[in-house]
């Protein structure tokens, strides 16, 4: 549960969060959160009352706090680092100060998602801050012989990025309906696709000695759930949360479709985002740095790209951490619990 706010200056602890930086986590004190960003291009940082908060903006994680309005996407196709947000302030943070820069904000991930690989090039592509656009009809995938989303379980599907085997993008049907989309609590198959939960978690994130785990849920019980150390460096819960989706397509027969829910903002993006200008780019970010944990995206992509190949879809779903779904928690668990291995 998120604290009250309090203000600046009453007396009360300050965090500060390095999300992009030579060692992410979170500091006390400004002095070492500022050795962390000094000379990093690209650094990504802010400062928070509530350590929770922090944490949670380290890891690319949304703050679980409900909106009146609804979930919020926003698209950033032009600025320091493009991509898809779920907060006005990390989405600011990659346009104020750039020049040109174009945004928009979405009520779906999936327009968001569409507006950004466009490059923004679209009606009103250069835009401040308005109020969120009534929904539009969701985009489904096309169908293809080994993967057809059944009807009955067509409801799952509406909001994922989805990576098709056609080079052309999904197309857009329009509904007779918009019906609210159910939340999933279990994982296992929906219809012909298998759905998973994957969650990454650091304990001591971003300090020396920290130990990372891997979760991956695939149901009550299923022998092919996954909780175990982090191998390697560093041992961070972004390094962690990435390890966890390839793990998940590792352990997915590549002629079986799969849903892959995280509520790794990051992991999405790198995924189905950033990956394209990076590879353009020699593995650069737009700022000239080296690009964290491109070997994991590399494997991830590769399999991803195989699967495609045999015209079965991968697709993602973002779900806000600690919003009582089962599955999450279950990944969570299994995250937390692969960490604490390496600390015994």
Not at 89 to 114: H, I, L, N
């Amino acid at each position: 549960m998120v604290s009250k706010k309090r203000k600046i200056g009453d007396g009360g602890p300050k965090y500060y969060a390095v999300r992009v930086g030579h060692t992410p986590g979170v500091y006390t004190n400004w002095e070492d959160c500022q050795e962390q960003i000094t000379g990093f291009k690209g650094a990504q940082f802010k400062s928070y009352l509530d350590k929770t908060e922090a944490e949670m903006f380290v890891t690319g994680k949304s703050l679980p706090v409900a909106q009146k309005t609804g979930d919020k996407f926003y698209g950033v196709a032009v600025g320091r680092v493009p991509g898809v947000y779920e907060t006005w302030d990390e989405a600011s943070e990659q346009v104020v100060g750039v020049k040109g820069p174009k945004y928009k904000k979405f009520a779906t991930r999936k327009e968001a998602e569409d507006f950004v690989k466009a490059g923004g090039n679209k009606v009103a592509a250069e835009l401040t801050p308005t109020p969120t656009p009534k929904p539009t009809p969701n985009s489904l995938p096309k169908d293809s012989k080994k993967s057809k989303v059944k009807e009955e379980t067509s409801s799952y599907f509406k909001d994922e990025i989805y990576e098709s085997s056609d080079s052309k993008p999904p197309v857009a049907k329009k509904l007779k309906t918009a019906p609210s989309q159910p939340v999933i609590s279990h994982a296992g198959m929906k219809g012909d696709t298998l759905v998973v939960y994957t969650d990454g978690s650091s304990l001591g994130n971003g300090k020396k000695g920290a130990q990372a785990g891997v979760g991956v849920y695939f149901g009550e019980g299923d022998p092919r759930n996954v909780s175990e150390p982090l191998a390697g460096m560093p041992q961070t819960n972004q390094r962690a949360e990435l390890t966890a989706v390839l793990r998940a397509l590792q352990i997915c027969e590549q002629d079986t479709p799969i849903l892959i829910i995280t509520d790794s903002n990051y992991s999405i993006n790198c995924c189905t985002l950033w990956h394209t200008s990076w590879e353009k780019n020699g593995w650069k970010t737009s700022t000239g740095g080296s690009v964290l944990n491109k070997d994991l995206v590399v494997d991830i992509r590769k399999l991803i790209e195989q699967r495609k190949a045999k015209n079965v879809a991968t697709t993602f779903r973002w779900i806000k951490g600690h919003s009582n779904d089962k599955g999450n928690e279950a990944a969570d668990r299994l995250a937390v619990a692969g960490a604490r291995m390496a600390m015994r």
